[in-house]
């Protein structure tokens, strides 16, 4: 079992910035990829950024790519989501995801395993 637990959500003005934080436990942080995802209302929950198990490779969503960062600290075992640059259409409920692929980062939603809770991101114009 793989418990992930999403922070750092609120509402930002267009433009704004926040960081998104998901923390991991019940497993070695290290050994599998993890993914962003977000849902807004009315909508299909979507792929937005990835990131191998060392870093080595990430993927994000085109809607996101230039704005939004993902990384990780795996002696922290917690991932991030730095978005800059934020607008209105990125409001939506925020997800953290894990999946045990080590090189390359999927974008699809039904290869991961676990999911976290999700954070509310509410952008304003």
């Known amino acids: 079992q793989v418990q992930l637990v999403e922070s750092g959500g609120g509402l930002v003005q267009a433009g704004g910035s926040l960081r998104l934080s998901c923390a991991a436990s019940?497993?070695?942080?290290?050994?599998?990829?993890m993914g962003w995802f977000r849902q807004a209302p009315g909508k299909e929950r979507s792929f937005v950024a990835a990131i191998n198990f060392n870093s080595g490779n990430t993927a994000y969503a085109d809607s996101v790519k230039g704005r939004f960062t993902i990384s990780r600290d795996n002696a922290k075992n917690t991932v991030y989501l730095q978005m800059n640059r934020l607008k209105p259409e990125d409001t939506a409920v925020y997800y953290c995801?894990?999946?045990?692929?080590?090189?390359?980062?999927?974008?699809?939603?039904?290869?991961?395993?676990?999911w976290g809770q999700g954070t509310q991101v509410t952008v304003s114009s």
């Open positions: 995801a894990a999946t045990e692929r080590l090189w390359t980062p999927p974008m699809d939603r039904r290869e991961y395993k676990y």
């Open positions: 019940g497993r070695t942080f290290s050994n599998y990829a």
